[in-house]
T-cell receptor
Framework: DGGITQSPKYLFRKEGQNVTLSCEQN?????MYWYRQDPGQGLRLIYY???????QKGDIAEGYSVSREKKESFPLTVTSAQKNPTAFYLC???????????????FGPGTRLTVL | GDSVTQMEGPVTLSEEAFLTINCTYT??????LFWYVQYPGEGLQLLLK?????DKGSNKGFEATYRKETTSFHLEKGSVQVSDSAVYFC?????????????FGQGTTLQVKP
């Protein structure tokens, strides 16, 4: 079955540690996205990538880093510079239509990160 | 900048009641509009979408009409079920955007009681 997988489902981190969240898709989508979700708030865009080896900052990129070395993978690193990293992190991907317009986004199941 | 505003929740309904969740937006040009649903502990699933004015998106008994004159995309369902209990997000993608970036509302929690 095609889809997006995120791992782990739950992640605990001590203050001052970097941690990497995995996102893999087998939908052959060009574009991938990382969002952060906090209680009572909508999703906020951290980083996005439209093609392999290229990515752009979203609205809240400070304290995060990404890489896009393969089409199917878009890992997110939460660094110690992120002041309030406890949140639910969602990865998404989308294809493009024949005219290049991005299509709707498909989401993974999410990773809940807790900083101890 | 572009933004989305949803009605505050939680919304609590009895089974078979009529549902409306309001969504209004601010955007330049002609955005595409979406409703996503999130069940507890899960990611988001696309519920329906509309890409131009007067389009009606529909899925699983839910409907929403893209109203440019009122900049709205309200979600409706004629008869809700307990299984519809979830968080609903309205979102827009800016018209002409080639990045696919979505702007989300804050989400509205729906609780349906038997």
């Amino acid at each position: 079955d095609g889809g997006i997988t995120q791992s782990p489902k739950y992640l605990f981190r001590k203050e001052g540690q970097n941690v990497t969240l995995s996102c893999e898709q087998n939908l052959n989508h060009d574009a991938m996205y990382w969002y952060r979700q906090d209680p009572g708030q909508g999703l906020r865009l951290i980083y996005y990538s439209q093609i392999v080896n290229d990515f752009q900052k979203g609205d809240i990129a400070e304290g995060y880093s990404v890489s896009r070395e393969k089409k199917e993978s878009f890992p997110l690193t939460v660094t110690s510079a992120q002041k309030n990293p406890t949140a639910f992190y969602l990865c998404a991907s989308s294809a493009r239509t024949g005219t290049g317009t991005p299509n709707e986004q498909f989401f993974g199941p999410g990773t809940r990160l807790t900083v101890l | 900048g572009d933004s989305v505003t949803q009605m505050e929740g939680p919304v609590t309904l009895s089974e078979e009641a009529f549902l409306t969740i309001n969504c209004t937006y601010t955007a330049t040009g002609y955005p595409s509009l979406f409703w996503y649903v999130q069940y507890p502990g899960e990611g988001l699933q696309l519920l329906l979408k509309a890409t131009k004015a007067d389009d009606k998106g529909s899925n699983k008994g839910f409907e929403a009409t893209y109203r440019k004159e009122t900049t709205s995309f309200h979600l409706e369902k004629g008869s809700v079920q307990v299984s519809d209990s979830a968080v609903y997000f309205c979102a827009l993608r800016s018209g002409g955007s080639n990045t696919g970036k979505l702007i989300f509302g804050q989400g509205t929690t729906l609780q349906v009681k038997p």
